[in-house]
């Protein structure tokens, strides 16, 4: 199981390098404050950091690392993953259509009960102040352009 962990580690450090080397394409500092280029920066170089330092660690052990494990999740683990990603894919498409707070508010419906949340107020509540609040926050304090679909919602 070390080989796999490796593996994993020298494919994270190598994206890592990439968006290190992509990212000074773009301005680290412009006339407001940090560029386009600071945060991939950043989390290039954080992420390269732990990579490098994970893989140390696992090379140097005796053991393997976590015990025993494998690169494939059990099956409950897998059914979550799996409802995440058609979760993402279904709001995906939505996004358009219908616009963001509607489909965030169906994605953050479905999911907590997909992911084992039993409490039905809570996963409402939730999903109400994430969508409406969420769009709220980008749409009219950052004025970032989200979808508002076709209900004008």
């Known amino acids: 199981m070390k080989r ?6 020298v494919a994270f ?3 890592s390098l990439a968006t290190l080397i992509l990212s000074f394409e773009y301005p680290y500092i412009d006339r407001l404050g940090p560029g386009p280029g600071f945060f991939p920066r950043w989390m290039a170089v954080i992420t390269g950091g732990l990579s490098i330092a994970l893989f140390c660690q696992i090379t140097f ?38 616009g963001f ?7 953050l419906l479905f999911l ?7 409490n039905w107020w ?3 509540a939730f999903a109400v102040a994430g ?6 926050a980008f749409y009219y304090w950052l004025k970032v352009p989200l979808p508002i679909g076709i209900f004008g919602i």
Request: charged letters at 15%.
């Open 61 to 98: 052990t005796k053991s393997a690392p976590y015990g025993e494990n494998t690169l494939l999740p059990n099956r409950e683990g897998g059914k979550r993953i799996f409802a995440i990603l058609i979760a993402l894919a279904v709001c995906l498409a939505l996004l358009d259509p219908l």
């Open 112 to 118: 907590p009960p997909a992911l084992g949340a039993r």
């Open 4 to 9: 796999n962990w490796q593996i994993m580690c």
């Open 101 to 107: 707070r509607i489909s965030l508010l169906l994605f």
């Open 13 to 15: 450090a190598a994206l």
């Open 122 to 124: 809570a996963t409402a």
């Open 131 to 136: 969508s409406f609040g969420v769009f709220h």
